[in-house]
């Protein structure tokens, strides 16, 4: 268990829809970052947000946008969706310095 | 930008050997960590080794251990005595300080195969 907690674990939904992802850092941790993984796939980096503020941008589409609240859990809003939006959304937390905990990802599937 | 190549798709190993694993990287940066994770069937991704790049001594983790090369940039990963349960997606990881910035950027991963 990397104490990072993300929800939903599954989401299934239809083109043109919004969801919103969420994710719980571990304790202690200020950064979070969001991973997308399509199938077969590397790991897209998207977005990190450290303190509640945006810290590093990545491959992050303009329908996609996210943030982080003052208990540091963070929300990945996804709208306008597309078939090609279906895969695996990570979230991750870090310390200052170090590696990178994983939660277990959701798996989107847009219909 | 930072840059990640694993040359080898996948790669194939009986159990009890030893397979070595193969990364590339580009960067500019003087400080920073390299990563290995590794991802199974279950899809989580787990931590298998990492080093930093000030530390010459190259990292060791019992079955796993890297092989640094600075100036070459290169990260490889051997794993010894190898296991059913090492059967995964193996990726490469550098990443950088700075502002608080520690984000990783993945290669395309190394599909390893364990044979019984």
């Known amino acids: 268990d990397s104490g990072v907690t993300q929800t939903p674990k599954h989401l299934i939904t239809a083109t043109g829809q919004r969801v919103t992802l969420r994710c719980s850092p571990r304790?202690?941790?200020?950064?979070v970052y969001w991973y997308q993984q399509s199938l077969d796939q590397g790991l897209q980096f998207l977005i990190q947000y450290y303190n509640g503020e945006e810290r590093a941008k990545g491959n992050i589409l303009e329908r996609f946008s996210a943030q982080q609240f003052p208990d540091l859990h963070s929300e990945l809003n996804l709208s306008s969706l597309e078939l090609g939006d279906s895969a695996l959304y990570f979230c991750?937390?870090?310390?200052?310095?170090?590696?990178?905990?994983f939660g277990e990802g959701s798996r989107l599937t847009v219909l | 930008a930072q840059t990640v190549t694993q040359s080898q798709p996948e790669m194939s190993v009986q159990e009890a050997e030893t397979v070595t694993l193969s990364c590339t990287y580009d960067?500019?940066?003087?400080?920073?960590?390299l990563f290995w994770y590794k991802q199974p069937p279950s899809r989580q991704m787990i931590l298998v080794i990492r080093?930093?790049?000030?530390?010459?001594q190259n990292a060791t983790e019992n079955r796993f251990s890297v092989n640094f090369q600075k100036a070459a940039k290169s990260f490889s990963l051997k794993i010894s005595d190898s296991q059913l349960g090492d059967a995964a997606m193996y990726f490469c990881a550098p990443t950088t300080f700075g502002g608080a910035t520690n984000k990783l950027i993945f290669g395309t991963g190394t599909l390893l195969a364990v044979q019984p």
């Open positions: 991750a937390s870090s310390e200052a310095r170090g590696e990178l905990f």
């Open positions: 080093q930093e790049a000030y530390k010459q």
């Open positions: 960067t500019s940066e003087s400080d920073y960590y």
């Open positions: 304790s202690g941790d200020l950064s």
